[in-house]
């Protein structure tokens, strides 16, 4: 899929500055941690739990993007007594829903 068939979506977004803050592997990672936590805005899953659906060696740009999307305000992070856990947040979650629709 092109970038630009989901650009104007984005752009909705007010923490992102510019279409390059926003790559595939941050919408790759914003859907499997949608996938991971079943569209719910309420669960949390952990690191692992999102970066184990990527391939070893993307792995690291995965969890770069992951936090840079935690900055950005589409994904929260949750502290539990044994780990750092993740969940989408709405707009993470709406970005998700209107990319989709565009897909």
């Keep these: 899929m ?3 068939n ?9 923490d992102l500055q510019t279409e390059d803050d926003f790559g ?8 499997a941690l949608a996938r991971a936590t079943r569209y719910s805005s309420k669960a949390h899953v952990s690191k692992h739990a999102i970066l184990s659906r990527f391939a070893s060696r993307n792995r690291r740009a995965a969890k770069k ?3 840079e999307m935690n900055r950005m305000g ?3 992070r949750h502290p539990t007594c044994t780990e750092m ?19």
């Design 6 to 14: 989901y650009m104007h979506i984005v752009r909705a977004c007010p």
């Design 85 to 103: 856990t993740f969940h989408i947040a709405r707009l993470g979650l709406a970005l998700v829903r209107d990319i989709e629709k565009v897909m």
């Design 2 to 4: 092109k970038k630009a």
């Design 24 to 31: 595939d592997v941050h919408r790759d990672v914003l859907f």
């Design 74 to 76: 589409l994904v929260t």
């Design 65 to 67: 993007a992951l936090m």
